[in-house]
């Protein structure tokens, strides 16, 4: 097998978060809105402020709209 070039800037810091059930309540629905690929960019993007959007399409107006998640 050949080397594998490593990543220019590797992450190697690692933090866990845990939620109670009401709070796990709360982030589910924002992260499967969020349409990240998966929680730890999710979590990872809402620190950092980058901007998380969705689309949303809509009956009434036959139109697609762009709504950043709640926080």
């Known amino acids: ?24 309540a709360r982030f589910l629905p924002m992260f499967e809105q969020s349409g990240a690929i998966n929680k730890a960019t999710f979590i990872k993007n809402f620190f950092f402020s980058r901007s998380l959007s969705r689309s949303l399409f809509s009956m009434k107006t036959h139109g697609f709209s762009s709504v950043s998640c709640p926080r």
């Open 1 to 24: 097998m050949g080397d594998v070039d490593p990543r220019p800037t590797p992450s190697v810091n690692r933090y866990a978060v845990r939620f109670n059930a009401k709070e796990n």
